[in-house]
């Protein structure tokens, strides 16, 4: 089974604080993506990666950037937390074009 | 970019009831799939489907891409279908995959 691990299930940081976010997968995948999630805006893309050490931007990068230093292993990263990012992030990983993806259990971000 | 929208955005069904819900694309897209997100917030795939027409128990879909919409029904719904649902699409020549709002279903036992 594909198995997408992401770190922390929930957390409460401040405002102004670096944030964290760490996904792993087993499965050797090309792909890897961050999204979050608030209600009424389904899943929003805000970095993905197709590679190590490659990151494009998605739809909504402002505030975020992203680490991929090992195949297995796709870090998103607040640099200065504010109380707009709030969220829930959702990682998930996949072969490339053409093939299904599979997501972590999600991250439950609060900042306060 | 390419729009992703889904219909209806909340669905309310009592259980044993059929539903269909639909996936409206604006550009030609490699992939599309389907989504299952539980109240625990886990996101399981149900289909993969660019293309044609799948089934997977009381669950099947249909893609119609020249048309660019895809429509997922559900026969006979079990209070456990309730959540929602997310149709994702990849657009032709590119690595991202978009997703809709979602249709939240809810199946009253």
């Known amino acids: 089974d594909v198995k997408v691990t992401q770190s922390s299930r929930y957390l409460v940081k401040r405002t102004g604080e670096k944030v964290f976010l760490e996904c792993v997968q087993d499965?050797?995948?090309?792909?890897m993506f961050w999204y979050r999630q608030d209600p009424g805006l389904g899943l929003r893309l805000i970095y993905f990666?197709?590679?190590?050490?490659?990151?494009e931007k998605g739809d909504i990068p402002e505030g975020y950037s992203v680490s991929r230093e090992k195949k297995e292993r796709f870090s998103l990263i607040l640099e200065s937390a504010s109380t707009n990012q709030t969220s829930m992030y959702l990682c998930?990983?996949?072969?490339?074009?053409?093939?299904?993806?599979?997501f972590g259990e999600g991250s439950w971000l609060t900042v306060v | 970019g390419i729009q992703v929208e889904q219909s209806p955005p909340d669905l309310i069904l009592q259980e044993g009831a059929n539903s269909t819900l639909r996936c409206n694309f604006s550009?030609?897209?490699?992939?599309l799939q389907w989504f299952h997100q539980n109240p625990w917030g886990q996101l399981i795939n149900l289909f993969y489907?660019?293309?044609g027409t799948k089934q997977n128990g009381r669950l099947s879909a249909t893609t119609v891409a020249t048309e660019r919409y895809s429509l997922l029904y559900i026969s006979s719904s079990q209070t456990t279908d309730s959540g929602v649902y997310f149709c994702?699409?990849?657009?032709?020549?590119?690595?991202?995959?978009?997703f809709g709002k979602g249709t939240r279903l809810h199946i009253l036992p």
């Open positions: 998930a990983s996949g072969r490339g074009p053409g093939n299904t993806i599979y």
């Open positions: 499965m050797d995948h090309e792909n």
């Open positions: 990666s197709y590679d190590v050490k490659m990151k």
């Open positions: 550009d030609s897209v490699n992939n």
């Open positions: 489907i660019p293309s």
């Open positions: 994702a699409v990849e657009p032709n020549r590119d690595d991202k995959i978009i």
